[in-house]
């Protein structure tokens, strides 16, 4: 009897990403659709229309989320400190550029180096607290680091700093098409990185600590640096994603980076899926369908309900997405990559039923 079926015989066979001819074409078509992207926009749906801004803030988004995955998904540290990273990243690269004429393509990863040397400093205290004090912990961090920026005017101060849009090798990226290019080419390399990173002896003991601790460090692993590592690559992503998002928006400032925001990316990782690179994509790709119906909602809401202010049609973005947090968390706490994955499993094993819970 033959078997029957795609089987691993080796190692090396288990970890390649893509395995299959089937994945090989699906991964090469994905590619061709966000090439041709810019060409069949802004792509109808009904009456909601998605532009470019849109993939742009899904793929900052994703970065972002990435480097919160990493810390809190993989290595179990609560964090609330990734927006005052961003904002790191975000300041670091604008004075790079504008202050010392560093080219845009070397001030993107020397700011998130920058961001990451930050990121471990303030994840030290993980040492000695976690859980709900760790979250207290990097609360705190958050207020000091907008503090120093805001009170040190050479940095950017309270009015933040203006930026040009930026160029590589001469070629500036001036409109939302060139932006959207260089945008998504980071955050497949960001992906990439993250997975790689997951999957291997780092991303294993991450996940050992996050599981137990004590027996991680039986086991020989240093909980101290690991824990350091885990926040200064988590620093590192939202450094680059920081940036990312000053330069499009055309300004550093500390308003954009706001603890609120620092709350909404984790209830995006929530929504998603932790401790799973699928689940950053979903949790991003949702929060931002979410934000453009309501915006695109609010308008007519407005028109139709006069007594309705401005102020009121500005919440229901963040009601309904605070609505859909706590939907999932009671429904599907394990977020939407769980449900993709058993999914998955019922058509693998048809027509025979098996549904994983």
């Not at 994840?123 to 680091?145: D, E, Q």
């Not at 294993?204 to 640096?225: C, L, S, W, Y």
């Not at 209830?267 to 369908?289: C, K, P, Y």
């Not at 809401?301 to 309705?308: E, R």
């Amino acid at each position: 009897m033959q078997p029957c079926g795609t089987f691993n015989t080796s190692y090396r066979q288990d970890m390649v990403l893509v395995r299959t001819p089937l994945q090989w074409g699906m991964l090469i078509g994905f590619f061709v659709f966000l090439v041709l992207l810019p060409v069949i926009t802004p792509i109808k749906l009904g009456k909601l229309q998605l532009g470019l801004i849109f993939f742009i803030f899904t793929g900052i988004n994703i970065i972002t989320l990435h480097g919160l995955n990493i810390v809190m998904g993989f290595a179990g540290q609560l964090s609330l400190g990734q927006s005052a990273f961003m904002a790191v990243g975000a300041f670091a690269v604008s004075n790079l550029v504008v202050k010392l004429n560093v080219p845009f393509i070397v001030a993107l990863p020397l700011g998130g180096l920058i961001a990451a040397f930050v990121g471990m400093v303030f994840g030290t205290p993980s040492l000695r607290i976690k859980g709900l004090y760790l979250l207290m912990a990097t609360v705190a961090a958050h207020f000091i680091i907008a503090f120093t920026i805001i009170r040190l005017p050479a940095i950017g101060g309270t009015l933040g700093l203006i930026v040009s849009p930026p160029s590589i090798f001469g070629f500036e990226l001036n409109t939302d098409t060139r932006y959207y290019y260089i945008v998504m080419m980071v955050t497949i390399i960001m992906t990439i990185l993250a997975i790689n990173l997951t999957r291997g002896s780092v991303g294993r003991a991450f996940m050992a600590i996050r599981d137990d601790e004590v027996a991680a460090r039986v086991m020989g692993i240093n909980t101290f640096v690991y824990k350091a590592l885990a926040f200064g690559i988590s620093a590192f992503f939202a450094g680059i994603a920081g940036a990312l998002l000053a330069f499009y928006l055309g300004m550093a400032t500390v308003d954009h980076f706001t603890l609120i925001h620092a709350i909404w990316l984790m209830g995006m990782l929530a929504v998603g899926g932790m401790a799973s690179t699928r689940g950053v994509i979903f949790g991003s790709i949702f929060f931002n369908i979410i934000d453009t119906v309501t915006t695109i909602v609010g308008p007519i809401i407005q028109s139709a309900l006069p007594f309705f202010g401005h102020e009121h049609v500005a919440g229901i973005a963040m009601a309904l997405w605070a609505l859909v947090i706590i939907i999932f968390l009671i429904f599907e706490p394990r977020g939407i990559n769980h449900r993709w994955e058993t999914i998955k499993a019922s058509y693998r094993l048809h027509p025979f039923s098996y549904t994983r819970e």
